[in-house]
């Protein structure tokens, strides 16, 4: 057991700061009960009346991005009727502030706004996503779409080449953080970038050329998340790339639903799903399109590539909207994605002997958590569904390359993407 207790930064807390403006609206009829907790409120704040208390908790968890997990874990709380001795959920409290309008945009409130990545896509802001510059990425020939990802799978393997830490957990010299405590302060960070601070509005029909630049920007960011746990860091680089080329399309599949549930909705008929961190899609209706391929052309795909969406429904969406997995949960699945070594072939054996103990780690704190924090000394199904989560992801990263090879056979839709040193 390790006896240094990492403070997630998504619970630092602080109390007393001010929002910003605070209006005197009773003469002008404004409710007299904020709209977020019922407490008494004189003003508006982030055009909406509400106290402000929850006015500043709204600015501050905005400003830095917080993540927060419910209390009672069924994102659901009664804000009016907080524990006693305790403050109330900070989950439901946030989601409660979007729920009734809080919004920083035309806000007297000095709060920058941040660009939720920095990838360049060449992408415009209109719902649809379509591709100001079509030099970029676009389909010729029909249906033949090709990209040269070389450069991105050159610029990873330099990476991993350093010994150095990617960013790292700020505490005292004299305080060690484990590895899996490093990996969950990296993917926070990781998330920060990679899903949108506010509300986003999904919609039907999109370009799918915006995805394949964000997949390379993905790839990229997911090696700069390893690169923050040490055993990771000191392994050669040629070992790094091989358990990064393994991990990182799997860890997409379980954070892009993670993070569409958190988004949006753990209702398992709710079919929002987030694509990029700036396009969400109504994915049980939604439609694709692509400069330079033909409608009908697109059409085809849609429907040919249908049973995969209906088995990302059943492998990972409705046993992760079931299980309502929790941040810490979500960090130890992709511990056990990034140093699970048994079907990566040609790895030395000091890796392999590296990786067992760093498993054995992860699965004495995820004992710790259920045990001591959670109160669940019997968590034994519960953690072979997440196994299973993991075993889902593997057979979608497998079904969609089968899908492509398919499609090329049968003149549907042609790339070279899923043939790439990335992704093959």
Known sequence: MYSF?????????????????????????????????????????????TCRACAAFFRRSVKAKKVYRCRRGNRNCDLTKPPNGKPICRFCRLQKCYKVGMRLENSNDDIPQVSSSSYSAGSSSSSSGSPQDSSYLRVVNGNRLERDVDKVVQEIKEFFKSNVRFGGIHVASAIHATPFQQLQYAFLKFREEMVPSGPIQPVTLYDKLLVYPFMEHYAKRSAQMMMCCDPFIYLPGEEKYKLFKHAWPLIHFIERQFSSCELFSYDINDFRFLLTDKLAIQADIAQVYMEGMSPEKAEELGKFCSPLRQGMFELITVPMKQLQLSQFEICYIIGLILFDTTEIKGLQEETKIVAEQILEQFSSELHNYYTYELKMPNYAARHAKLIRLISGSQQMCLKLCEYMVMAKVFDIFITNIYDSELIA
Do not use: W, Y
Not at 9 to 37: A, F, Q, Y
């Open 5 to 49: 207790n990492f403070q997630h930064p998504s619970r630092l807390d602080h109390t007393g700061e001010d929002s910003g403006v605070d209006t005197s609206g009773r003469s002008k009829g404004i409710p007299d009960t904020c709209l977020v907790c019922g407490a008494l409120t004189r003003g508006m704040h982030f055009q909406v009346a």
